[in-house]
């Protein structure tokens, strides 16, 4: 039983996220098994420009998609904006669609957020059509989020237990 390095992407920006908190738990419950790297400068990240990414993309982009090339696997714990995918996080994705650091990389993605469902696909739809190695047991959306979700971990006894059996269902993809 390997200890296999992910990098957790969290798709709100804000310091004490409900989706960060998730990130978290994660970490925490499942340390045994998994090294979790959180990615923190997505808001960071230049506005995607397909000017710019040929021979030379922003050194935050190269430095961005060589984190995404070096681990096993990608968990993408998000919330919902406006009934779809935040900007910043959709923004990250479309600098990798040239490069294809997502093609069959083992994909986890949590909607997390007061109802999810719309964003919650439209991300589906993104890392399927980049060819991310996703299935229907590494995705959950998880609505009214914020009630079952603290910053000590999580709250809600059902959350709790799809939680792991998308994590666990990764661990299998990633092995």
């Not at 995918?85 to 997390?112: M, Q, R, Y």
């Not at 959950?140 to 079952?148: G, S």
Request: aromatic share 6%; hydrophobic share 40%.
């Amino acid at each position: 039983m390997s200890v296999k390095t992910i990098l957790a992407i969290c798709g709100s920006t804000r310091a004490q996220s409900t989706n960060l908190h998730l990130i978290n738990a994660i970490r925490s419950i499942f340390a045994h098994r998994l090294n979790v790297q959180v990615f923190t400068a997505l808001a960071e990240l230049p506005q995607f420009n397909p000017d710019e990414d040929h021979e030379n993309p922003p050194s935050s982009i190269i430095l961005f998609r060589q984190l995404l090339r070096s681990v096993d696997g990608i968990l993408i714990c998000t919330p919902e904006y406006a009934m779809g995918v935040p900007g910043s996080l959709k923004n990250a994705i479309d600098w990798t669609v040239s490069s294809c650091e997502f093609s069959h990389k083992p994909t986890a993605l949590i909607t997390a957020s007061s109802m999810g469902q719309t964003g919650h696909e439209s991300m589906l739809a993104t890392l399927k059509i980049i060819e991310a190695n996703i299935t229907d047991d590494t995705q959950l959306l998880i609505p009214y989020a914020k009630t079952k979700i603290k910053a000590d971990g999580i709250s809600d006894e059902v959350t709790a237990r799809q939680v792991t059996h998308l994590i666990h269902s990764f661990i299998d993809i990633l092995d």
